[in-house]
Each structure stands twice: as structure tokens, then as C-alpha cells.
């Protein structure tokens, strides 16, 4: 009887212990997001858009939003949809539209940025950034402001490392077509300082660049990458270039990759400081209520 008893509740544990590992726990989604694929004839190649809603979208069917183009989705769009959330609350930003700039999740995305970022080439995968601002500017961007209503007239690029070199460049190759620019420790070294070569050459035919741009390091990078960026930023503020409103900053004790959490709360609240709304911050409406 005992042994009938003992099997008895071994097949009973084993059963409920089988039901257990049967189970899949939720997973943790980030709301009012989508993915698109898209394939591209300009670069020939497949992207994904990460596209992220603001809270309004649809109960706003009429209404058109700024957008924020950023770079590298398929890493730093949690982080990107967390900080646009604290910046809403505290009422520093204006609603907007974020699109990053992604591909299928088989790419190598190192060699794939490196292909699409740069628009100088160092060897056979690099230097077609050309092409990629050119699928923004009449692939993606049209997308977005016809299909999902974005603003014309009110675009933000932002990225970090190559990234910010590609968003730092594009103000240089397509003038006027963005409003913004957030630079996070961008590539100023690649291909022998290029970017501070194309500066100079852009300054002897023009005194404007328009737009609000900002241009960030930390101070515990690497040296050879980090004092390319303060010899750009120091170039770039002393041109005095009509129209560019500059935000040069410096993080301290901020290393390449830990400089983007302070880098696009900054960098958003420069960017968007003229359309900063009306009112208090949340806390305080909610200090308020609660009185």
C-alpha cells in the first residue's frame, strides 16, 4: 500500500512539475510599437522601421507629430522609449513619432552600420552612408508623413558613435531637410578626420547651417576617439554658422556607449527647446492634485 501511495504521488509531482515547465511566463512588450519591413531600391537591401506611437496617437486621428529618426533601433530603442516617457512627464518635449533605423534581425549589424554610417569608404563595406541618407530622405521619410503622419518640416536625426558621425554629416549633405541633430560620441576619427575635412571645405562656400544640433562625449573615452570630437566641437563653434544653434557638452566620468542615457535626455531637451510646452512638469500637477 505504501509503495502504491509513493509511486502514486511520484507520478503526481512529476505531472505538476511537467505543467510547470509547459508554462511560458509573459514577456515584457513595449507598447504603442510597431515594426515595418521595408526593402529599399536605393541601398538594395532589407530595413526594418521601429516604429514608437506617443500616447495620443489614436485617440488624435488628425493629428500630425514631429518625428525623431535615430539610428541603431535594434539596440537603443528601450532606452529611447524610457526616456521619451520621463521627458513627457516632467513636460520637457513636445509629443512626437520615433522611427529607428533597423534591419531584419539575421543582419550583422556591425557590418551593416558600417556600410550604411559612413560616407567615406576605408574598404569594400564601408562608405555608402550616401545611399542610406538618400533612403531616409525618399523611402522613409515619405512613409512616415504620408501614412502615418508626420511632420514635414519638424525632423530630428539622432545616433551615437558612427551614427553620430552619419547624423553630424547629413547636416552638411542634405541642408535644411532636418530641423535637429543629436551627435552622441560621434566618429570624428574615421577615415583620417574626415568629418573635420568636410567642415572645412563646407565653410569656404557657406556661412549657414541650420538647425539646432548637439554634439556630446564622454570624458573617460578612449583618447584617440574622444579628442577628434572636442577639436570638431571647438571647429564647429568657432564658424559661427547662421542658423545652427550648438549645444556643445562634455560627460564627465561617461564612457562610449554609457554616454547615451544622459547623451538623449539632453540631447532631445536641446533640440526641442523652442517647442517645449506650456505648463507644469507631472510631478508637480500631481503634488498639486494630491493637496
Do not use: C
Request: charged share 20%.
Amino acid at each position: 500500500m505504501y509503495k502504491k501511495y509513493l509511486f502514486a504521488l511520484v507520478v503526481l509531482l512529476g505531472l505538476a512539475a511537467s505543467a510547470v515547465a509547459q508554462q511560458t511566463n509573459k514577456q515584457f512588450v513595449l507598447s504603442n510599437t510597431e515594426i515595418i519591413p521595408i526593402h529599399s531600391k536605393i541601398t538594395g537591401r532589407d530595413h526594418e522601421l521601429v516604429v514608437v506611437y506617443p500616447s495620443s496617437y489614436k485617440t488624435n486621428p488628425d493629428k500630425k507629430y514631429p518625428v525623431l529618426y535615430y539610428l541603431d533601433a535594434y539596440w537603443d530603442t528601450p532606452l529611447l522609449v524610457s526616456t521619451y516617457g520621463n521627458l513627457q512627464y516632467d513636460n520637457l518635449v513636445p509629443e512626437f513619432i520615433m522611427v529607428g533605423l533597423s534591419y531584419p534581425s539575421s543582419a550583422d549589424y556591425g557590418n551593416e552600420r558600417r556600410t550604411d554610417y559612413t560616407f567615406t569608404a576605408m574598404d569594400e563595406k564601408s562608405g555608402k552612408a550616401n545611399l542610406f541618407l538618400n533612403f531616409i530622405q525618399h523611402e522613409v521619410a515619405p512613409l512616415i508623413e504620408t501614412q502615418y503622419r508626420g511632420e514635414k518640416n519638424n525632423r530630428i536625426i539622432a545616433g551615437n558613435s558612427l551614427g553620430g558621425l552619419f547624423t553630424i554629416t547629413a547636416a552638411y549633405q542634405a541642408p535644411n531637410f532636418f530641423a535637429g541633430f543629436i551627435a552622441l560620441s560621434p566618429a570624428v576619427e574615421w577615415d583620417k578626420q574626415a568629418l573635420i575635412k568636410l567642415d572645412k571645405a563646407y565653410a569656404k562656400k557657406h556661412k549657414a547651417l541650420n538647425g539646432r544640433m548637439f554634439i556630446s562625449y564622454g570624458s573617460t573615452e578612449y583618447p584617440a576617439f574622444r579628442d577628434p570630437i572636442i577639436q570638431f566641437q571647438k571647429q564647429l563653434a568657432g564658424r559661427k554658422y547662421q542658423g545652427l544653434a550648438l549645444l556643445n557638452y562634455a560627460m564627465e566620468g561617461l564612457d562610449h556607449t554609457g554616454v547615451k542615457g544622459d547623451g538623449y535626455v539632453r540631447g532631445l531637451i536641446w533640440v526641442w527647446k523652442t517647442q517645449k510646452p506650456a505648463g507644469p512638469s507631472g510631478l508637480e500637477r500631481d503634488m498639486t492634485a494630491a493637496k
